[in-house]
């Protein structure tokens, strides 16, 4: 799904030093809907602005809202959590969608969404079980 992420300024531009923060920005790209490992076609290749909102080291929780466009068009919030559940690592993730535009993100993205967060998942879980 996401093949980058980048901490930026406001403008875009890279930063020096890309430890996650709250107030910063972040610029996934590209994010290929649905996942592929390959080329992904023309409206398949996308990216996402973000700004950090949380970063609790503490319960290993992360999450960012997307500011490419005004809310009443289109909001969206992420969060990333790990726990420890029967001894195992628990990964979850969950992304709200809401404004005039989340019903034709629902209609139109939410398979690939969706196959794109298992990807992603499954993907974090190979990385890990490998170091």
Same mark, same amino acid.
């Given at each position: 799904?996401?093949?980058?992420?980048?901490?930026?300024?406001?403008?875009?531009?890279?930063?020096?030093?890309?430890?996650?923060?709250?107030?910063?920005?972040?610029?996934?790209?590209?994010?290929?809907?649905?996942?592929?490992?390959?080329?992904?076609?023309?409206?398949?290749?996308?990216?996402?602005?973000?700004?950090?909102?949380?970063?609790?080291?503490?319960?290993?929780? !992360?999450?960012?809202? &997307?500011?490419?466009?005004?809310?009443?068009?289109?909001? *969206? #919030? +992420?969060?990333?959590?790990?726990?420890?559940?029967?001894?195992?690592?628990?990964?979850?993730?969950?992304?709200?969608?809401?404004?005039?535009?989340?019903?034709?993100?629902?209609?139109?993205?939410?398979?690939?969404? !969706?196959?794109?967060? &298992?990807?992603?998942?499954?993907?974090?879980?190979?990385? *890990? #079980? +490998?170091?």
């Amino acid at each position: 799904m996401s093949r980058g992420q980048t901490i930026t300024d406001k403008s875009g531009n890279p930063l020096p030093d890309q430890t996650p923060a709250v107030g910063q920005y972040l610029l996934i790209a590209p994010v290929h809907l649905p996942p592929t490992m390959g080329e992904p076609g023309w409206f398949q290749k996308q990216s996402a602005f973000e700004k950090i909102t949380t970063v609790d080291h503490e319960n290993f929780r !992360v999450a960012w809202v &997307n500011i490419a466009l005004p809310k009443f068009l289109l909001s *969206a #919030e +992420r969060w990333q959590a790990l726990s420890v559940v029967d001894g195992k690592t628990k990964y979850e993730t969950v992304e709200v969608f809401g404004g005039l535009a989340a019903y034709i993100v629902k209609f139109f993205m939410y398979q690939k969404l !969706v196959l794109g967060f &298992n990807a992603q998942a499954e993907g974090l879980k190979k990385y *890990a #079980e +490998r170091t």
